[in-house]
């Protein structure tokens, strides 16, 4: 009754304001009857609609105020199940925070402007207690183990590479190296040792003496001749001109890097409408990169 009234009250006449508001003239002039009725007083001077009474005046400058905040609750809402507006946190290793997802948060802001998103980098398995605890809306690390109560959507499959000096002996004139070739050198651990199942593998990793979650600071201890480490292709686009990355051939020489959330809530409308554009955007990206990808759902 009060927006039929403020916008009869703009126009000055019903029929102009039924058009507005797609009713029939008869239906509003009920309507404003009603409203009159329940106030107990009248709104206009005469029955033509021009002239407000003291009554009128006063409701149409409140009407107006309750009006537009109206409308600017319901676009909040409505934008918000669509999924084009609130917050979004994610937290992802930070070799996808650093080469994919620049390109494709930037493609999911031109179309949700009116979301806030907070990135958040970390190891694989920081991004999963983020993601458990409720820190994050959504992961990007690598698969949770079972039990963790986290759904993982498999994203694509990133190549292992050796990480050494250019003048460590593992260097000279190699294409590829295997795990055994590994065995006598000091290998430095990282979070992405942890995936890695086989024996060899194993026996390697209890053998570590030192462990650096920080990529930065792993190529700062290989720059300094700590050792060599095992890291995803993708990680290795940031080396240092001394260092060189060379592929880990044989079996288990990859990581697989999941889409994580939680499997006991219910994604908020946001977060749905960012999963859809990092999988439509992604394969374009990781072409761009010494990748594989698996089938993605639809």
């Known amino acids: 009754m009060i927006r039929a009234f ?41 029955d033509r609609k021009r002239d ?16 537009r905040e109206n409308d600017r609750v319901q676009d909040l809402i409505y934008g918000y199940a669509k999924g ?13 925070g650093t080469l994919i997802l620049p390109e494709v948060i930037h493609k999911f802001m031109e179309n949700h402007s009116g979301a806030q998103i907070d990135l958040m980098d970390s190891d694989s398995t920081n991004v999963r207690t983020m993601v458990e605890a409720g820190n994050a809306d959504l992961g990007i690390a690598g698969p949770a183990p079972i039990g963790q109560g986290l759904l993982a959507t498999p994203l694509f499959v990133d190549k292992l590479f050796v990480v050494c000096s250019r003048d460590s002996p593992l260097a000279q004139n190699k294409a590829a190296l295997q795990w055994r070739e590994l065995s006598e050198a000091p290998v430095i651990f990282n979070e992405t040792l942890l995936v890695l199942k086989n024996t060899e593998a194993r026996d390697i990793i209890a053998n570590c003496k030192l462990s650096v979650r920080n990529i930065a600071s792993l190529f700062a201890m290989i720059e300094s001749g700590m050792g060599i480490t095992v890291i995803p292709g993708l990680a290795t686009r940031s080396l240092g001109k001394s260092l060189i990355a060379i592929p880990l051939s044989g079996t288990n020489n990859t990581r697989t890097i999941s889409l994580l959330s939680r499997s006991d809530r219910t994604e908020s409308p946001l977060a749905t409408a960012f999963r859809k554009t990092l999988l439509k955007e992604l394969p374009d990206i990781v072409a761009r990169f010494d990748t594989a990808l698996p089938q993605l759902p639809n």
Do not use: C, Y
């Not at 019903?14 to 239906?27: F, G, K, N, P, V």
């Open 6 to 46: 403020v916008v009869v009250a703009k126009h000055g006449n019903l029929r102009d304001a039924a058009e507005e508001l797609s009713r029939t003239q008869s239906a509003l002039s009920m309507s404003l009857a009603q409203f009159e009725q329940a106030l107990g007083g009248r709104l206009f001077e005469t």
């Open 52 to 67: 407000l009474t003291d009554l009128g005046k006063f409701v149409r400058i409140i009407g107006e105020g309750l009006i």
């Open 84 to 96: 084009q507006s609130g917050q979004l946190s994610i937290a992802s290793v930070p070799s996808v």
